[in-house]
């Protein structure tokens, strides 16, 4: 059972990489433009996983670009490089692409699992959790043809979407904004996806007045207090109401290894593709002729909290 994780680092991403490092296996990341260009998420991919000391897993360049629309990044919100608040030894040779990995994310993706399905006979112990706009995986999924990975595969845990309102438009959450024609062909795949969007991942956060506790979880925990700091700062000033730091990311990477702590809904699900409610989550009647996912309404709160800082116990004495 291994770990693949999609993402666009993003301080939430790194938060979400940090705790899914102590937590599983992770084979690998594919990187995907999102909260910065591709080439910078690529780039903090690897430098992310050189500071947590895992420079030893592939990391495999994804979408430059959402399907159709331009590129929308949010430097307001993680800052020019993805990753203010703490800086990070650049990874010279992180400006390389693949790293001569000749193929793209999306089929290495289907590589992975299909390798995962050999060797198990099935690949549904593997998590797959992806945290940015879903552009890599709604072309893995477009890849596949039905005898290729028939389904077999593990279910795909998604940040992303809202049905209680938005944090890029009054309807929209940035992941499905970014990328709505990736997300509302993720969501129509008929793959079992399991869905984390702001209905849960805003409900409860880390308190900012417990930031600075981080810094008793080594040099990593100092990293990460360092981003977190920016991201409240960033957030406030759009808007935050509560004193809570929303960890996205985290969520979905803990709903995608305990989905039984988490209240999932059945339900065909649509995603706006343009226009004034571009990126908003759509609930479809259940006539649709289109295969429900499961949409997660409700957590175990205190839980998810001792969870993650469990989880960085394992930084503990990183120099
Ligand atoms: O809306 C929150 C999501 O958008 C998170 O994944 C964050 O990293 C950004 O990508
Ligand atoms: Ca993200």
């Known amino acids: 059972m291994r770990w693949y994780l999609d993402m666009d680092p993003g301080i939430d991403d790194a938060v979400a990489l ?14 995907v433009a999102g909260n910065v260009r591709g080439s910078q998420t690529f780039r903090n991919a690897r430098r992310l996983l050189r500071a947590f000391g895992r420079s030893d897993l592939p990391v495999v360049a994804g979408a430059e670009k959402p399907l159709f629309h331009p590129l929308v990044t949010a430097p307001h919100i993680h800052g020019q490089s993805g990753l203010e608040g703490y800086a990070l030894a650049d990874d010279t040779d992180a400006a390389n692409g693949n790293q001569g ?13 299909r390798q995962e399905s050999a060797k198990e006979g099935s690949g549904k112990e593997s998590i797959w959790v992806a945290t940015g706009p879903l552009t890599n995986v709604a072309r893995f999924l477009a890849g596949c043809a039905d005898g290729d990975l028939d389904r077999r595969m593990a279910a795909i845990t998604v940040m992303g979407g809202s049905l209680v309102g938005g944090n890029v438009t009054s309807a ?38 417990d930031l600075p506790r981080l810094r008793g979880y080594g040099r990593v925990g100092e990293m990460l207090q360092g981003w977190l700091a920016f991201y409240a700062e960033a957030i406030a000033r759009y808007d935050q109401t509560e004193d ?37 989550v759509v ?3 259940p006539t649709a002729a289109r295969a429900p996912v499961d949409y997660a309404v409700g957590f175990d709160q205190e839980w998810f909290l001792e969870w993650f800082w469990q989880s960085l116990e394992g930084y503990q004495g990183t120099g």
Not at 247 to 259: C, Q, S
């Open 18 to 31: 940090a705790v899914a490092l102590t937590r599983g296996p992770v084979a690998g990341l594919t990187t």
């Open 101 to 113: 990995a000749p193929v793209s994310a999306w089929a290495w993706m289907a590589d992975q699992l």
């Open 172 to 209: 929209a959450e940035f992941n499905f904004y970014c990328d709505p024609d990736a997300a509302d062909f993720v969501l129509a795949s008929g793959w079992p996806v399991r869905v984390v969007g702001l209905d849960v991942t805003t409900r409860r956060g880390i308190a900012v007045a």
């Open 244 to 280: 809570q730091v929303h960890l996205h990311d985290v969520l979905a990477v803990a709903a995608a290894a305990h989905p039984e702590r988490f209240e999932w809904q059945s339900l065909p699900l649509a995603v706006v593709r343009d226009g004034e409610r571009r990126g908003a």
């Open 283 to 285: 609930r479809l009647s």
